[in-house]
């Protein structure tokens, strides 16, 4: 069974580079877009809790969509 990196969570660099490349500028624009709290994103970006996967997988979709759309 080979493992998918879509389904991976998620570096708290490469959530950096992500959000960057999503347009979202603070934790809170984050936040705001997929319907956490900024203290979540935070933490997250801080590396004291993992990305869950799902949001992992969501932001890899908006951004290949995004890519794919230029």
Do not use: F, H
Not at 31 to 55: D, M, T
């Amino acid at each position: 069974m080979t493992s998918d990196p879509r389904l991976a969570s998620m570096s708290p660099d490469e959530l950096r580079r992500t959000m960057r490349a999503l347009g979202y500028r603070t934790q809170g624009q984050l936040a705001e877009a997929i319907g956490v709290s900024r203290s979540a994103v935070s933490l997250w970006l801080e590396g004291k809790v993992g990305v869950p996967r799902p949001v992992a997988m969501l932001l890899r979709m908006l951004l290949s969509a995004q890519r794919r759309s230029y």
